[in-house]
């Protein structure tokens, strides 16, 4: 069973910083692209930024210059630098990762959640 845990969500005041991380256990045997989504409620699950296993980013045009996402593949772990944080970034954020368990088998897991709250 694979499980991603998130962590280092908050509250901070606009203009600070927080960084978020996600570490993916259980059985891995490679992990493909992992990301950061994030959701308001109401609202649709958003993509925050993405990253692949040879280490290409993808950011949505709201963040950046702003968050940067990074990842550790010796911890299968996942980071979101978010940096000049501004109210609207306020929201609950996902991590994502494409998973195998084997080399055949890839399947797609979400993390938990964790709130980002970033106050006037």
């Known amino acids: 069973q694979v499980q991603l845990v998130e962590s280092g969500g908050g509250l901070v005041q606009a203009g600070g910083s927080l960084r978020l991380s996600c570490t993916a256990s259980?059985?891995?045997?490679?992990?493909?692209?992992m990301g950061w989504y994030r959701q308001a409620p109401g609202k649709q699950r958003e993509l925050v930024a993405t990253?692949?296993?040879?280490?290409?980013?993808n950011y949505a045009g709201s963040v950046k210059g702003r968050f940067t996402i990074s990842r550790d593949g010796a911890k299968n772990t996942v980071y979101l630098q978010m940096n000049s944080l501004k109210p609207e970034d306020t929201d609950i954020y996902y991590c994502?990762?494409?998973?195998?368990?084997?080399?055949?088998?890839?399947?797609?897991?979400w993390g938990q959640g964790t709130q980002v709250t970033v106050s006037s």
């Open positions: 990253i692949t296993s040879g280490g290409s980013t």
């Open positions: 259980g059985t891995i045997f490679s992990i493909n692209a």
């Open positions: 994502n990762a494409d998973i195998g368990t084997s080399w055949s088998r890839f399947y797609n897991y």
